[in-house]
């Protein structure tokens, strides 16, 4: 075998159309900033006593998949897929000469599948029925907006080798984060924009591996219950935010990304989600001496049963004609 850096392994993404089967092509290869998806086992061990002191007599291996994570930068266009994968359902159409891709809570525990690609100097690797587990959003300070996607899926399969394309696409930076609080969402467009130091989004979806008698892999892969959490860093200017954890006051909460410095038809690439039911917690304040002082809050977005939605606005706009 090769030795090898980690820039050199590349790694693509694909719907699924039928869960468990690859459909032939990548439709997104990923540059990454870190990955450490691979294969995984369960072994059982043996304990019967044989007149020795030994603890173990043999092991068997009992469940083969894959687990791990992909780090990446946010961009317009590939996003859009590890939306899909993490959110359920999505619809397109045209928008100011580009296309708005609209995504709702897919209320099953069947969410769309991915094939995930992988290649390096020695090995071209498929990994089938790939499941988001977990996607945490990080808007960070003289950053670019990054996620994190934990996967699971079966174990890696032989390909013949891959032949890696990417696109160009775009990103965004701190600069492009508006974060707003309200009342309700009617009142968000109006909003003041509260300036942020930091950000982080995090959709956790619960993933269990549906083991059965036979196989030493999972059946399938399911998502169970789905949760919106975050986290803000903010300085601490007044008392609003801690009140609203104090008095566990039910605000509003638009996200949204806006690449200003690109425009594709009459347009900018754009990610926005807004949660009607937001509940902030935990407030904190940081007052070391020598740094102005801060504040760290963490939210829960909360199901509206009234409108029957954990959020009212959810979408990316980009070039991408057609729906993922």
Request: net charge negative; with cysteine.
């Amino acid at each position: 075998m090769s030795k090898f850096i980690g820039r050199l392994t590349e790694i693509g993404i694909a719907k699924e159309s039928t869960r468990g089967t690859f459909g032939g092509s990548i439709t997104y290869w990923l540059p990454k900033t870190s990955f450490t998806f691979d294969n995984k086992a369960n072994i059982v061990k043996s304990a019967e006593s044989v007149g020795n002191i030994a603890a173990v007599t043999t092991g068997f291996i009992t469940e083969q998949w894959a687990e791990g994570e992909i780090e990446a930068e946010v961009r317009d266009k590939s996003f859009g897929l590890i939306l899909l994968a993490a959110l359920g359902s999505e619809s397109s159409s045209s928008y100011n000469g580009a296309y708005k891709h609209t995504y709702t809570l897919q209320n099953d525990n069947v969410h769309p599948s991915l094939s995930i690609a992988y290649k390096d100097p020695d090995d071209s690797l498929l990994f089938k029925r790939a499941m988001l587990n977990s996607l945490t959003i990080n808007v960070r300070l003289d950053e670019i907006v990054s996620f994190v996607a934990n996967f699971m899926a079966h174990a890696s399969e032989d390909h013949t080798t891959w032949s890696p394309s990417y696109i160009a696409e775009n990103k965004f930076i701190a600069k492009h984060l508006v974060f707003k609080v309200a009342n309700s969402t009617a009142g968000l467009g109006a909003a003041s924009e509260t300036r942020l130091k930091e950000l982080t989004l995090t959709i956790e979806k619960s993933l269990v591996r549906d083991n059965v008698l036979g196989s030493l892999e999972p059946k399938d892969i399911l998502n169970t219950s789905f949760s919106i959490t975050g986290t803000i860093v903010l300085n601490l200017e007044d008392k609003n935010f801690r009140d609203y954890a104090l008095n566990g006051n039910v605000k509003a909460v638009r996200i949204e990304l806006v690449n200003t410095d690109r425009t594709i038809g009459t347009t900018n690439p754009a990610f926005r989600i807004d949660l009607p039911k937001v509940i902030f917690e935990e407030w904190e304040a940081d007052r070391s001496l020598d740094d102005i002082v801060s504040q760290t809050l963490n939210f829960t977005a909360y199901y509206d049963i009234t409108n029957s939605r954990i959020w009212s606005d959810c979408y990316l706009v980009n070039e991408v004609s057609g729906s993922y």
